[in-house]
C-alpha cells in the first residue's frame, strides 16, 4: 500500500468534512449548492485514498488524466455491507 498517498487523500477528505460541519454549523443560509461541493471533494478524496492505494509513486506524481478519473470513481472492489 502507498501509505504516503493514502494517507494524504485521508487528510484531505477529514479537513473538507471538518469544514463543511464548521459551515454548516455557523452558516444558516449554507446551502445545497456548498454542499454537493463539500461531498464531491471529501469522496474525491477518499475514493482516490482506496483506488490508489497500490499505485507506485511514480504514477502517483504523474497522475495522468486516465488516472486521475479512474481513481476518482466510487470504488467498486469496496464491499458496502460491512
Known amino acids: 500500500m502507498n501509505r504516503d498517498w493514502v494517507l494524504f487523500n485521508l487528510r484531505e477528505a477529514e479537513e473538507e468534512i471538518r469544514r463543511a ?3 454548516i454549523e455557523a452558516v ?3 446551502g445545497y449548492g456548498e454542499f454537493v461541493v463539500a461531498m464531491s471533494h471529501a469522496y474525491h478524496h477518499l475514493n482516490t485514498a482506496w483506488n490508489a492505494r497500490d499505485a507506485d509513486s511514480a504514477a502517483v506524481e504523474k497522475c495522468s488524466a486516465a488516472n486521475f478519473q479512474r481513481w476518482r470513481r466510487f470504488p467498486r472492489d469496496l464491499d458496502m455491507s460491512v
Do not use: M, R, T, V
Open 28 to 30: 444558516p443560509d449554507y
Open 21 to 23: 460541519i464548521a459551515e
